[in-house]
């Protein structure tokens, strides 16, 4: 006798399962790789920027990796069943990890790339323009780091997007700083990042200024005493 096959409905149920809820841990250097690999994928407002780089790895060199090589404590991952897709780094003293930077970070990098700043702003390719910020790095106004001293980065690849990751990456960089002793974390969003935008205002953070230059909205939030609540 033939065994009955499975009806079409059955077949469904059994290929559909509920992906599993990303988990969100500790930063560690093997994760370094995917860093670099998200901050390129997420870092045209949000958008693939692999695109616009003849060098992949330039977007990482200022965002993702010197943060999370020198500042571990307060960087954190999520992963899901495919591999590390999100991340969340930064400072808890912005000043200082400016001169840390300074010291440590830009020099092996300035000596890699030339400065483009001798050639015309309109002849820049978008690597000299990411050359030129690690040679003339872009120093946050004092008066929003007087008030909100830490700073942070954060960049979920699309497939951890809308899943509360975000926000669950934002209460882990809270807990950090706030025990290292920050009371106010700011960041700067580009003003064409609508979702970000949103995103941080439903988290709750302010809008503290905006650069008509830059087209960056300044945005900070109080750390609440005790840092906050980390899952
Ligand atoms: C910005 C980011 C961190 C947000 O994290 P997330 O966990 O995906 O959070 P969501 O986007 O789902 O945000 C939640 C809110 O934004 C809303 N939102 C989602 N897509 C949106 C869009 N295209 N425009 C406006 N709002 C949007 C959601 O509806 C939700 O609002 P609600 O709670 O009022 O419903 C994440 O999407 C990301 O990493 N994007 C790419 C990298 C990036 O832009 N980083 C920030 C650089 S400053």
Known sequence: MVEPRPSRHRQADLEVTAPTMPSIRPFH????????????????????????????????????????????????????????????????????????????????????????????????????RRHYVIHHPYKTPERIVAVYPAHLHINLLPRLQGRDVGRRLLDCFLAAVGKAGARGVHLGCGAANTRALHFYARYGFSEIERSARTHTVWMGIEVPVGGGDAT
């Not at 990482?60 to 500042?71: N, Q, S, V, W």
């Not at 930064?90 to 020099?107: K, M, S």
């Open 29 to 128: 250097p093997a994760d370094l790789d995917a860093l670099y690999d998200i901050a390129l994928k997420t870092g045209d407002s949000g958008q693939d920027a692999t695109a616009l780089h003849d060098d992949p790895k330039l977007i990482g060199h200022i965002y993702a990796a010197p943060y999370a090589l020198l500042e571990p404590a307060s960087a954190f991952v999520a992963e899901d069943e495919a591999g590390v897709a999100g991340y969340i780094v930064g400072t808890a003293d912005t000043r200082a990890f400016d001169a840390r930077l300074e010291a440590e970070w830009w020099p092996a990098l300035r000596a890699r790339y030339d400065d483009p700043a001798a050639k015309p702003l309109e002849r820049w390719s978008a690597d000299e």
